[in-house]
C-alpha cells in the first residue's frame, strides 16, 4: 500500500511538539494507575488482588466505551488542537484532587478519581490519534503511527518504573496494614503529577491548527441516549472489511493485554514469591519495552508502505508467548529466580510481537477510513478494544471469585490469542 507524498519538515517540528504532550499525557495518567495498583500488590492476596487490579483497569476503560460517540463527534466537529488542550487542561486540575486526597489519605476517592482521570483519556484519544493524519497527512500514517506508538510505550515503561521507585523511596521500610497509611505516606508524589500535567498542556498549546475538512453535522441527545450513534458508528466500521479486522486485531491484543496487567503482579507473588512493586511492574514493563522494539522494526520496515506480512509474524509471536508464560510457570524443576528471568524474557518477546503487529494494523485502519469520518472510526477503534478489554477484566474477577489461580487465568489468556487470531489472519489473508 504506497504511500507517495513527502513529509513538510515545518510539520514535523509540529509533530514532535505533539509528541511531547502524548508522552506526558500516557505518563501521567499510569502514574496514578501505579500507586493504586501497587497500594493494592502491598495490602491484598492473590484472589483479592486479582479483582481489585482488575478493577482498577476496568474503571481506567468504562469511560473509552460509554463516551465512544461523543468522543467521536467532538473530534470529527472540532478542531483536534482544541480539544487536546482542553483534555490536559483538565488534567492538571484532576491531579490536584489527586494529590488532595494522597494528602488526607481518602484512598477510596483516589481510587474513584481513576474513572475521573480515565475520562479525561477518552475524551482525547480519537483528536490526538487523528492529529496524526491531520499533521503528517496520509504520507506519514505508518511512520507517524510507529513514532506515537513508541513514544506512548516509552513514557509507559519509563512511568512504571519511575513511579513504582518513587512509590518504594517513600513507603521506605513502612509496614503498613491499610491503604490509606500508603497513601499518605507516598502523597508528594502527587506534585509530580501535577507538574507534569502542567508541562503537557504547555506543549498543547505549541501544536498547529491544519485546515482539514470538520464534521458538519450536530449532536442529538436523542440519538446519542438511543444508541442511534453507536449503531451507525459501528455499521460504518463493519462496512469496511479492512477497517473492521484491523480494529479486531488490535482489540484481541488489547484484551489479552489487560488480562496480563491484572494476573502477573499476583502471579509472581504468589509464583515466585516476589514481594517488591518495582520488580513485577519491572516484569510488565518488559512487554512495553518489546513493544518499543517491535514497533521500531516495523515502523522502519514500512517506509513507504504498509508492510502486511508484520502482522502475521507479529500475531505468531503474541499467540506462541502467551501459550509459554503459564508453560514455564508450571514446571517445578525450574527455580523460580531461573522461572522468574524466563517468563519475563517471555513477556519482552511477546511485546516485540505486538510491536510488529499494532503498527500495519493502525495504518491499515487509518488509511482506509473516510477523512471527514476518521475521528468516529478512531473512536470506534477505542469503543471496540475497550469492550475486548473490560469483557477479559470481567472473566478476570470471575475465575478469581470462583477461586480459579491465575496459571489457570493464564492458560484462558493463550486460549483467546489462538482462537482470535485464527479467525482475523484468516480473513485479511482474504481480502488484502
Known amino acids: 500500500m504506497q504511500e507517495n507524498q513527502q513529509i513538510d519538515k515545518g510539520r514535523s517540528v509540529i509533530f514532535s511538539v505533539y509528541l511531547v504532550a502524548v508522552f506526558l499525557n500516557a505518563f501521567v495518567d499510569l502514574g496514578h494507575k501505579i500507586i493504586i495498583q501497587n497500594t493494592i500488590f502491598m495490602i491484598y492476596g492473590e484472589q483479592q488482588q486479582i479483582i481489585l487490579t482488575a478493577v482498577v483497569n476496568a474503571m481506567i476503560l468504562v469511560p473509552f466505551i460509554m463516551l465512544f460517540t461523543l468522543s467521536g463527534y467532538l473530534s470529527d466537529k472540532f478542531a483536534k488542537t482544541s480539544i487536546m488542550r482542553y483534555s490536559a487542561f483538565s488534567a492538571v486540575l484532576i491531579t490536584l484532587a489527586i494529590t488532595y486526597c494522597y494528602y488526607n489519605g481518602l484512598y477510596q476517592v483516589a481510587f474513584g478519581f481513576t474513572l475521573l482521570l480515565a475520562t479525561q483519556s477518552a475524551i482525547y484519544s480519537p483528536a490526538k490519534m487523528g492529529y496524526i493524519k491531520e499533521c503528517l497527512s496520509k504520507a506519514g500514517l505508518s511512520r507517524g503511527n510507529a513514532f506515537h506508538s513508541s513514544v506512548v510505550l516509552i513514557a509507559i515503561l519509563m512511568g512504571t518504573v519511575f513511579f513504582s521507585y ?144 508484520n502482522i502475521y509474524t507479529g500475531s505468531i509471536m503474541i499467540t506462541v508467548c502467551s501459550i509459554l508464560i503459564p508453560v514455564i510457570s508450571s514446571l517445578s524443576f525450574i527455580p523460580d529466580s531461573t522461572a522468574l528471568i524466563l517468563v519475563t524474557a517471555v513477556i519482552l518477546m511477546f511485546g516485540v510481537g505486538a510491536g510488529m503487529m499494532i503498527i500495519p494494523l493502525n495504518a491499515l485502519m487509518q488509511a482506509n477510513s473516510p477523512e471527514d469520518g476518521l475521528g468516529s472510526m478512531l473512536a470506534g477503534k477505542n469503543w471496540l478494544q475497550n469492550i475486548a478489554m473490560i469483557t477479559l477484566l470481567i472473566f478476570t474477577m470471575i475465575l478469581a471469585n470462583l477461586n480459579f489461580g491465575s496459571e489457570f487465568i493464564l492458560y484462558f489468556n493463550a486460549f483467546i490469542a489462538v482462537a482470535g487470531f485464527s479467525v482475523v489472519l484468516k480473513k485479511l489473508k482474504i481480502i488484502l
Open 166 to 309: 518513587l512509590f518504594e523511596a517513600y513507603l521506605g521500610t513502612m509496614q503498613a496494614t491499610t491503604p490509606e497509611e500508603i497513601l499518605m505516606k507516598i502523597a508528594p508524589v502527587g506534585w509530580v503529577l501535577v507538574g507534569l500535567s502542567l508541562v503537557e498542556f504547555l506543549a498543547t498549546l505549541g501544536t498547529r491548527l491544519y485546515p482539514t475538512k470538520l464534521s458538519q453535522a450536530k449532536f442529538s441527545i436523542k440519538k446519542f441516549v438511543s444508541f442511534h450513534y453507536l449503531l451507525t458508528n459501528f455499521k460504518a466500521m463493519r462496512s469496511n472489511e479492512i477497517v473492521w479486522y484491523s480494529i479486531l486485531g488490535t482489540a484481541i491484543f488489547w484484551g489479552m493485554s489487560q488480562n496480563l496487567v491484572a494476573v502477573i503482579p499476583a502471579h509472581a507473588k504468589a509464583n515466585f514469591g516476589v514481594e517488591s512493586p518495582l520488580v513485577v511492574n519491572a516484569m510488565l514493563a518488559s512487554s512495553v519495552f518489546g513493544i518499543m522494539i517491535g514497533a521500531f522494526l516495523s515502523g522502519r520496515k514500512s517506509l513507504n508502505f504498509i508492510r502486511i506480512n
